[in-house]
């Protein structure tokens, strides 16, 4: 069984589309940005791998480690909002991807880094419906070096 909403895909970039276009989001919406922050972590991982400097490699899986905080405070909003939800494995996450392997950072890593703003409402829960939340989106780091 999918942990996606019906009608979400399992690219996380598609998915963002479908939630930059909703004027407002649901608990359900919440879920699939927690599932797409949370595929933020292998992603940086990845990048961390790849980066070919310690120091480097340590930011770069703060970065990760960060976003699965992001993921962890939008958890916190669905159970404000009368939702429930966990965090599932990275590899059960619908919007993970197995890293690639990259002999360094390109400049394709900085493809898609490009900030997104959302309000979110409940439009399930009647004491949260005037409760509006800022959620800034950064979608993952592609990890091609196409
Ligand atoms: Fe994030």
Known sequence: MSLLPEGYPNDARAALAILNARERLGIDDLKVLALIELS??????????????DEARALLERNGQEERGHAHRLLKAISLLGGSFELPTPEANPFYRPPVKMDGLGENMLKG??????????????????????????????LSNG
Do not use: H, W
């Open 113 to 142: 880094m490009e900030m997104k703003s959302v309000t979110v409402v409940s439009s399930s829960n009647t004491v949260a419906e005037s409760t509006e939340i800022s959620v800034s989106v950064r979608p993952p780091v592609p």
């Open 40 to 53: 933020g972590e292998s992603a940086y991982f990845a990048l961390g791998q790849a980066a070919g400097n």
